[in-house]
């Protein structure tokens, strides 16, 4: 009978953390969609900012530099168009996959050779 109630047991914890980890899972999932959501405003701020800019509205120093450096990326992107242009190929499609790194990706600290010879 020990047996059995021992087998009970290590289902009922078996159990037990198989809940835990979906409710984790499902916390986690929720959190990934709200940092998304947050990316998407940002986006959505930025977007209006720089609207606001073209549209003549004044903005500090650091807004207005953002926006200049927007500016000459337009200019860049315009310039490479016309040399593809030249080029003669206008049906070639590339898919620019973008890199998920952050921050939290390295782990540099102070007595790090890299830093170091910054």
Do not use: P
């Amino acid at each position: 009978m020990a047996f059995l109630d021992k087998l009970s047991d290590i289902g009922k914890s078996v159990a037990q953390k198989s809940g835990e980890i979906a409710e984790s899972s499902k916390l986690t999932m929720n959190i990934k969609k709200k940092e998304r959501d947050i990316k998407t405003v940002k986006f959505e701020i930025g977007t209006y900012i720089y609207q606001q800019y073209k549209n003549g509205v004044d903005f500090d120093e650091k807004i207005t530099a953002f926006c200049k450096n927007i500016d000459e990326l337009y200019r860049e992107i315009s310039q490479l168009e016309i040399e593809k242009e030249s080029v003669g190929i206008d049906d070639l499609e590339v898919e620019v996959v973008e890199a998920k790194v952050s921050d939290d990706d390295f782990d540099l600290s102070i007595d790090d050779d890299i830093l170091k010879e910054l």
